[in-house]
């Protein structure tokens, strides 16, 4: 437990209600400094007086209410971390709230000790999920999985539901392991429950527990998963897979945060923040008729979507060659033929740049895996799965016709495509667009010198994107000390 000076930590309490600050002061008073506002606009005038630490703020008050206060603060630039009061129940309360600018909520009736746990953890400073264990787990630099990462960051330490919706393989376990990891639950227990694989028959008694006798076997008790979970964290893994009758169970104990085990005769108590996952839209699941609405609103607080591997701006490539330094060190050290430092072809890398990825993440890995283990020192496009091939038919074979003197280029792309068979158009399109791209820049590299950064300018990308296109053919040329040469007439742009 750390230790506060009372003297140099100030909370300032805005609350309408007399015996609030009665049980507050009695509360915090020997740890920290608590001051008193009884209105909205006597809050503000006390921020400016005093310059408080940490502000408890009710959201209901009259005159000026909470949300309010939040948005003159925020209007003001005060960065002072603010936890609001609201009703038993107020998700959206809590959701816009913290959208505003609050660091985190508790449910009035509070729990004295849970708010001073609460305002400890805020004081002593938020975890940063740059120093998560679970982050290094997750890798990707792109704009897109940089966003799940700061929403992470902002709704994680809060008890706020969270909802990950996002396809098979894009990571939703990891995301929800690292929301638990920086959350205030994040000592207690972590218990995922795969939706999808509970048989319905067992679905009381593996959520719940049983008691003695409830069944034909059941010769003693046993604790059920929400148990396991209690004062940490459950996940709900697909919980769009839930039959009806247990969506109805569920709802039943996240609004009460109660239940009763199979056979038993008295409610067990819970707390515990729920986590949920889905790889199909909810919403449309609600207009299906196959997932409850009510359910929806409960256990989709917050709501952050994962992004697709394919819509990742570069991640192909840094994932890529994250998961063949991985197994390459798996490999070489059970004894195989492969090497610790296996390398990757350009022709290789080419297929997995142009390939959809319908697995994400997850298929990326395996894919990566059995290549390794096949391909010795450097991965080529044989090891690859024949998918790979298949998902474009027709190769690119770009012919370069000549330059001249004042930097102007031109070319042909010739490819065959068998127009007999089924093809995906868009695909062919995006395939002949990127070998014109990787060509054009091959020509503006030969005759410009720049620097990466100054070429992604010249080119009008970003530098990541850039890295992403020639990257490994750059490294390849770096080694061997090649030089690109230019005259004063190629920094023209290209027609």
Known sequence: MIHVDAQSTKILVVDDEPAVHKSLNLLLQSDFSVHAATSGEDGL???????????????????????????????????????????????????????????????????NQKLKQ???????????????????????????????????????????PVLLQGETGTGKELFAGAIHEISKRGREAFVPVDCSTIPEALFESELFGYERGAFTGANGSKPGQLDWADEGTFFLDEISNLPLPYQAKLLRVIQERQYVPLGGRTAKEIDVRFISSSNVDLKEAMERGTFREDLFYRVSGVCIELPPLREREGDVEILARHFIGKYAKIYNNTGTTCRAHTEISDEAMELLLSYSWPGNVRELKHTIGAAVASAGRVVLPEHLPARFQRDFQGKVSPRVRGGNGNGKVKFELSFGCDVTKPMDLKKLGQK?????????????????????????????????TLRAKVGSKEQRAKSKGLRTLCSKEAHRPID
Not at 445 to 461: N, W
């Open 45 to 111: 005038e006390k921020v400016d007086v005093i310059s408080p630490d940490l502000i408890l703020l009710d959201l209901h008050m009259p005159q000026m209410s909470g949300m309010e206060v939040l948005k003159k603060l925020t209007q003001a630039g005060r960065d002072i971390p603010v936890v609001i009061f609201t009703g038993y129940g107020s998700v959206d309360s809590a959701v816009r709230a913290i959208k505003l600018g609050a660091t985190d909520y508790i449910e009035k009736p509070f729990d």
């Open 432 to 464: 002949v667009a990127a070998e014109a791209e990787r060509y054009v820049i091959a020509e503006v590299r030969k005759r410009v010198t720049l620097s990466q950064t100054e070429l992604a300018k010249f080119l009008g990308l970003d530098p990541k």
């Open 118 to 160: 609460t305002v400890r953890e805020i004081l002593k400073g938020k975890k940063s999920y740059q120093k998560l264990s679970i982050r290094h787990d997750i890798i990707g630099e792109s704009p897109q999985i940089q966003e799940v990462w700061r929403l992470v960051e902002k709704y994680g330490p809060t008890d706020l």
